[in-house]
């Protein structure tokens, strides 16, 4: 059978099984990888150990990292460290620059903490900062997820790009360093497009949820309220439990590839820089530091509680890691690098289809950047291809459109107090700018790669 209509059939069946059948993403992984298996001819018993090892060689390289990283964002929320995060960097900006604040705090806060958790987090000092300075709601709003969605699909440890970098071998450190290159085009192409598009939109423009001015009224708090730091942490005990392990990664990819391989400084960067043992020092940082403030007896549920949100992101991630070890062994990625090659596409620009279709169908952003990391990550072996611009450019279709499918639109103009027309003509109509971003990011990247 025609590699490319191997292809199209496992795509159908995953389609068919998410979107018709509402099946789970694990499931619906697995069951892709028999089909991509059996067109290819391979055997029962090879499938079977084929998907096996893919398994097994994706929850070892990313199954330990998830959960610790999970677990340093669900303490920087429970310590409302995330809130420091967000007041320092408005003062730090100023109010008038409020767009802007909104925008780096989003890039920064989503990093360790899921972007709907985020969102409702910065969602009373987005308000109080519209009141008092009358920029409009929408410029504010769509910048705070501009940088929100940006690092959520690129940034390690988020779960997402975590994911894709283990599916496509990518060290750590450097999927956390062009993720973040990629994340601030998607942020300012985002957030330029708020400001512009925004800027003398009438109220008509807009329309918002019956109820929307009695929840604003009972949710906003006077802002200087929100603007009194009493009730937070410090600013270096906010910041050092995902500044440190971030720096230790990249620290550990750096000193490897500058210095000689028998280095002490090699063997001792490559210890505390490894991924799990540098997320396991953040989190034992912001019980340290943290902890007091939070009290013993929600330290421990937040253990219990990034265990059990851990589970099926690593199942999941481990099922395309099953996929991707069939597309290998089968052949299969060999055959359609060649006709990638004889198409004269540009490369990048196929995990960044397949990856923005799975997105505006599907609705998970994690899904899609991880399925499209797995589809082509043979592709770009065959082809000798740096697979960080596969990385790259499926993060930047990942964000192609939110829409009602994605829990974030709805935790969006819940929290904004927009109705669905209301998120469909500011969230919605951001997004494939913020794509452009991601991509034109990969672009540049793609040049010195």
Known sequence: ???????????????????????????????????FGALTGMGGVEIVETITAGFAGTVESIGIVIIFGIMLGNYLDASKATNRMALDTVRLVGQKRS???????????SIPVFSDAAMVILTPLVKSIHKKTRIPLAILAVSLA????????????????????????????????????????????????????????????????????????????????LMDDKDLPGTLASILPLVLPLLLIVGNTTCSMLLPEDSIMVAITSFIGDANVALAIGALLAVVFLGKRMGKDTVMKVV??????????????????????????????????SMVINTGLPFILIPFVISAILKI?????TVAVTTAATLCAPIASALGLNPILIFMASGAGARACCH???????VFTNCMGYDLRGGLKTLSLSGPVMALGGLFGTFLASLWL
């Open 1 to 35: 059978m025609p590699p490319i209509l191997v292809f199209l059939i496992g795509i159908a069946v995953l389609m068919v099984l998410c979107v018709v059948f509402k099946v789970n993403a694990f499931i619906s992984l697995l069951v892709t990888a028999l089909v």
């Open 99 to 109: 767009g802007i604040a909104m925008s780096i705090c989003g890039y920064i806060i």
């Open 361 to 365: 169908v599907q609705g998970s952003g």
């Open 304 to 337: 219990d509680k990034s265990l059990k949100e851990a589970g099926p992101i690593v199942f999941i991630t481990a099922a395309g890691g099953s996929l991707g070890e069939v597309l290998s062994v089968s052949g299969a990625g060999a055959d359609l690098a």
């Open 146 to 225: 501009s940088g929100l969605l940006a690092t959520h699909v690129y940034v390690p440890p988020t779960p997402g790009p975590l994911a894709a970098a283990g599916l496509l071998g990518i060290d750590i450190g450097e999927a956390i360093l062009y993720g973040a290159f990629a994340a601030v085009f998607m942020t300012l192409f985002g957030t330029v497009f708020a400001h512009l598009f925004f800027k003398n939109k009438p109220d008509s423009y807009y329309s918002w949820r019956d109820d929307a001015e009695q929840k604003e009224e009972k949710e906003i708090s006077d802002g200087k309220d």
């Open 404 to 410: 009602v499918n994605d829990s974030f639109f709805w």
